[in-house]
């Protein structure tokens, strides 16, 4: 998944077709030991076969304050109720951020 003006973002193909495929409405994020939740609305494209966030992503890379080379991973710790765990690694915390270029999507599923 990467930035784009539009704040319309594409999950990546693998994850979708695994994890989202049909499905569309509210997932709910909390970004790392916070106690605020964010909800993104998505649906996913049978034509792509992948999953794309239709609003709500705009929102929150303001209030984090995204910067080229930030890395989020998310962390699906509810695949019924589509619930992530994000975590952000900022391109300044990184040992070799100059190989980014945007800002960098994780997705896998929580045990």
């Known amino acids: 998944m990467c930035l784009n003006d539009d704040w319309i973002q594409f999950i990546p193909t693998s994850f979708s077709k695994e994890y989202l495929n049909g499905k569309n409405g509210i997932a709910t994020v909390l970004f790392g030991d916070e106690d605020k939740t964010w909800r993104l609305n998505f649906k996913f494209n049978d034509t792509t076969n992948r999953a794309l966030i239709t609003s709500g992503w ?4 303001d209030e984090y304050n ?3 080379g930030d890395t989020c991973v998310f962390e699906m710790t509810d695949s019924t109720n589509i619930f992530f765990k994000v975590h ?3 391109a300044n915390d990184q040992s070799s951020s100059e190989h980014f270029q945007g ?3 994780f997705f896998f599923l929580g045990r």
């Open 88 to 90: 952000i690694v900022r």
């Open 66 to 68: 995204f910067k080229v």
């Open 103 to 105: 800002i960098k999507f």
């Open 58 to 61: 705009g929102q929150i890379v």
